[in-house]
């Protein structure tokens, strides 16, 4: 989907026929807006169109020698489901070991956004991360977990409002290392600390 085509339509006037066709009165007093509203609020949820790694990293690329991993735990993100249009959530573990190169700490929750703001699936998402962290740092190697709640399965369908989905993207390193895959994943589920 090109950032052309989503600034071309206007999507208010499509909400307003959705209203009517859920048997409501786009014109009664508490929906006159809601088009407008549901409009500036998707282009909101779905801002990562019009965004890049690229952007996001900028000059935030140093040289370092630091060779152990780096992980940005519970990293907060929201996104929309692609099949039914409805919010899943959660954390993001993200972590890499550098190549003689560090990325500015707060860039890894930035990727995630990048990526987390689009229609998405969970298991697309977490690779699209891995992907852009492995492109833009070219690191020895990435891991990323996901964990998120999915509206679609809780409000709707099989309605379990305490299942959440853990996906998981590994390059380089964490896929050939297996203890650099253990620390990542138990250091990315809070159990570092018990086991030092």
Known sequence: MSSTTVADTPL????????AGL??????????????????????????????????VGDALFEEEHESMILVRDIEFYSLCEHH????????????????RILGLSKL????DIF????????RLTDQVANAIMDVVAPL????????????????????QRSRTVTSALRGI???D??????????AHGTGAESA
């Open 174 to 176: 964490f896929t050939t």
């Open 141 to 160: 190697g990435v891991g990323v977990v996901l964990e998120a709640s999915h509206l679609c399965m809780m409000m709707r369908g099989v309605e379990k």
């Open 85 to 100: 249009l409805l919010p899943f959530f959660g954390v993001a573990h993200v972590a890499y070991i550098p190549d003689k």
């Open 178 to 187: 297996p203890k650099t895959r253990a620390e990542f994943l138990r250091l």
């Open 23 to 56: 048997g409501e009165d786009p014109d009664r007093q508490g929906l006159v807006k809601t088009p407008d509203r549901v409009e500036a609020s998707l282009r909101w949820l779905t801002r990562g169109y019009h965004l890049t790694v690229e952007d996001a």
């Open 116 to 123: 987390a703001r689009r229609l998405q699936v969970q298991e």
């Open 109 to 112: 929750p930035r990727i995630v």
């Open 12 to 19: 208010a006037p499509l909400v307003r026929s959705l209203l």
